[in-house]
């Protein structure tokens, strides 16, 4: 894809899939804006790859959750490079519990950070992202998925892709907004606390028998986020081999 003096966005882009995701986009031109909200030293280090590699990027601290946080993570991105042309929404958090065992804490920590983080970018891309751009926000395919202990989890998930839909058609300007849904993905994140047997399980429900690399996302990811996708918008694409 050519992403070229393309300025770009990645929250939550510290480690994992976002991490992925903004090397990706800076090794197809783009200049990366690496957010993260604790992981100062992670976002280094995505930071050093992406400048190993010959790319231009540079680390922002904001939690998303927090409006005037985010309202400053898009600012210093303008301030920086002149404008900010794609946004990609992958901050987010799972606590997987059953339902009746969630407390109040993990039912606002994952809507304040999966939700209102993406309602808060979203309301400040509406003025400050440039004409034509993208914005490409992470779901999961849990959504349509009955899987225990994930209930809260996919219901914010579920927040995103509704919200994904309702704005591309609210945003104007030439943006595109699309939502994509990865399946089970090799990442800390999904594999603390799974057993063996649940994660062959998982592997033996797609089409491929193995659990996506987070290169496999971001590949769809730099589509996305490319003048070939114009035509698409409001959309959710799984990118989850099969498995839903």
Not at 13 to 30: C, D, M, P, T, V
Not at 165 to 171: A, D, N, P, T
């Amino acid at each position: 894809m050519n992403l070229q003096d393309k300025v770009i966005i990645v929250t939550g882009s510290s480690r994992g899939i976002g991490k992925e995701i903004a090397i990706q986009l800076a090794k197809n031109g783009a200049k990366v804006i690496v957010n993260y909200s604790k992981g100062k030293v992670e976002a280094k280090d995505t930071v050093d790859t992406i400048h190993n590699n010959g790319g231009i990027a540079y680390a922002f601290k904001a939690d998303v959750s927090k409006r005037d946080e985010v309202t400053q993570l898009f600012d210093s991105a303008i301030e920086c490079y002149g404008k900010i042309d794609v946004l990609v929404n992958n901050a987010g958090i799972l606590i997987p519990k059953l339902l009746k065992d969630n407390s109040q804490e993990d039912f606002t920590r994952q809507f304040e950070i999966n939700v209102r983080g993406i309602f808060n970018t979203l309301q400040e891309a509406d003025s400050k992202l440039a004409d034509n751009g993208n914005i490409i926000n992470l779901s999961s395919s849990t959504v349509k998925l009955m899987f225990p202990a994930y209930a809260l989890y996919s219901a914010s998930k579920a927040a995103v892709e509704q919200m994904t839909r309702v704005f591309s058609k609210e945003i104007g300007r030439g943006i595109s907004v699309n939502a994509i849904a990865p399946g089970a993905t090799e990442t800390e994140m999904f594999l603390n606390g799974k057993s063996q047997e649940f994660i062959d399980r998982l592997k033996g429900m797609n089409a491929f028998n193995r659990l996506a690399k987070p290169l496999d996302i971001a590949k769809v990811v730099l589509f996305l986020a490319s003048s070939d996708s114009k035509w698409v918008s409001g959309q959710v694409i799984g990118a989850n081999g099969a498995l839903v």
